[in-house]
Structures are given as C-alpha cells and as structure tokens.
DNA sequence: ATTCTATTGAAAATTATTTTCAGTAAAGGG
DNA sequence: CCCTTTACTGAAAATAATTTTCAATAGAAT
C-alpha cells in the first residue's frame, strides 16, 4: 500500500520530503482520532522529529484535500481522521459523543441511501455540488449518564 | 412571548441582569446564524453596552443548558443559533456549507424518524443518552462551483 | 553540478476565548 | 426598606491552539 497520501500529495505538486513522508506514514499508526499534538508527540517517540508547524502545515494540506477529515468535538482542540478508502472498503462513519467526558464512539449507519437522496435533493435545490457530510450525535455515555 | 431564555436561566439560579436580559432579548433579532464578536458588535449599534467577556459567559451558559447551539463552520469562530421550540413549531434543523465561501443554508430533513431509530439503536448498544444530533453537507455553492 | 524555489524549524505573532480582580448590584432575610 | 452576602460585570491580562515570519536547507529541474 506504499503511501497513497504521499502520492497524492506529489501529484498536487507538493515535494515529497522526508517530513511528509514521515507524517503520512504515521497517520495509519497513530490513534484514530488524533489531534496535532498527539501526532507530535506520537513522532517524537517513534521515528524522527518533525515540527509542529510542520505537522499543521501538512494537516493543513491532507484537509484540504479532503484526505483526512478534521473534526471539533469540543476539546477546544481539533482531532483528524484518516479519509482514504480501504481497498474496496468505505472508510465512511459517523460519530457518538459524549458531550461531558468526550468519549467517541465510531459507528455505521444505513441509509445512505437517504443521505444520497437528501444531497440531490438540495443539490438542485440550492445548486450545491455536495462533496461530504458529517453527522454527529451526542449524549451522555454510561458512566457520566450517572449524575 | 416575554423572554424564555432569562426565564430559563433564573431557574437554573442564574441571577436576572440587565446585561443577560439584554444579551437573550437580543438572540430573537441578530442574524441567526450569530458569531460573539457579531452579537457584540449587533448590541453596540442599537440597545446597551455589554462587554464581549459576559456575552461569552452568557453564551457558555445558554449553550450548556442547550438553550442555543454552537457550530464550527470552519470560518476559525464560533456560530451560534437558537435552539427553542417556537410554539408548536420544531426548529430542529440541519446545514449545507460551502466549503470555500462559507455560505450557510438551512434546512429541514424528513428522516427524524429514521433518525431517532438510528438513536435507539445506538443508545441500546453503546448505553449512551443520546440528547442531540447534528447533521452537516459540505459542498460548493452555485458561484464558488465555478473554479 | 547549478539554479530555483518550496519547505523546514524555531521563534514570534495572531486571535478567539477565558480568566483575574476589584467594583457593583441582585437576592433575600430581618 | 436596610443590610449582608456573593454572583456578576467590565477592563485588562492571560491562555493556548494555530499561523506566520524568516533565514537556512534540500527537492526538482535543467
Ligand atoms: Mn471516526
Ligand atoms: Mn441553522
Ligand atoms: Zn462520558
Ligand atoms: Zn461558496
């Protein structure tokens, strides 16, 4: 699987360096829902040193570019999201939060179907190219659903 | 049709201020889709004088008692919206934005029941509450469409 | 190899939001 | 009412995530 982030990257005309590479590898092997500075952090145990700025700078680049998905769940920090297509398997889900401790849950939903439906609907609507969604719920998770 | 939000707010114990009577006075007449800078800057012109810290207060408040809700549109600031039933009126919503300009449209889905399916099922099987959902298109509108 | 310029790290800057703190004013009992 | 208590306010300072600056470095192309 080499490093398709890389090479979309490349293609966009971004040089590949080292850093990069770096960082794109690490994206697989990091947590999940990772945010900068866990990502820094993550570097600068393992492999080698990048800088921070250099991490925003890239992140920065891969959202654009709709590779990986930046989210706020309200930490006042942001976490990302790896948004490449698994061979043939869809990448695609949605969140659960627990809008008191933050815990994440990552779960599938069925109709997107619907979704797709609704995007075309107000595609024509409102003359939107629709390229993405989100959906997120919120709640109390078990523990903090005590108080 | 009084004042809902300083009602809910004194229950809560909240002292009734001029400032927070005129900060939840105003979240009926702003444009609805508010940033604090943009409420601040609404107050200035017309009413009284309050200072961006206790509108940042009073919104903390309000959104924590979910009186209102706080999107990140990507735009670097914070948006608020109201989040009271009008009369019998739902004004449960969801949004499409393009991701260029910023451009922000409401609307209305008719899947809530699918929805609170959705809802049910996860509650079930992750033991969480599920008190909210948000639901967000990402796209291009008519004129950034055009690049 | 040489040139050109994108990229990097470190430090400084930015900026939305939060906190501090001393003065003010709700609330509520007498 | 008057008094006491303490939540609330504005102004200024602090915070902190992210961005920008800038001189040095290293891809990429010729
Ligand atoms: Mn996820
Ligand atoms: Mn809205
Ligand atoms: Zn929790
Ligand atoms: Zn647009």
New binding site residues.
């Given amino acids: 699987m080499a490093n398709r982030l890389m090479d979309a990257l490349?293609i966009k005309g971004?040089?590949?360096?080292?850093?990069?590479s770096i960082i794109t590898d690490s994206l697989q092997k990091v947590e999940p829902h990772f945010?900068?500075?866990g990502l820094y952090r993550f570097l600068q145990k393992r492999r080698s040193?990048?800088?921070?700025?250099?991490i925003?700078?890239?992140l920065?680049a891969l959202t654009q570019m709709r590779l990986i998905k930046k989210f706020d769940f309200g930490e006042?920090?942001?976490r990302y999201e790896l948004n490449i297509t698994n061979g043939n398997k869809d990448t695609h889900h949605h969140h659960l939060v627990c809008v008191k401790c933050g815990k994440l849950i990552d779960f599938e939903s069925d109709f997107f179907p619907q979704l797709n439906h609704l995007a075309e609907k107000l595609s024509q609507e409102h003359r939107f190219i629709i390229i993405d969604h989100e959906l997120t719920l919120f709640g109390y998770c078990k523990q903090c659903a005590s108080d």
């Fill in positions: 490349g971004y040089r590949v360096t080292l850093e990069r945010t900068a500075e040193r990048v800088s921070l700025a250099t925003y700078r890239t920065s006042g920090t942001y």
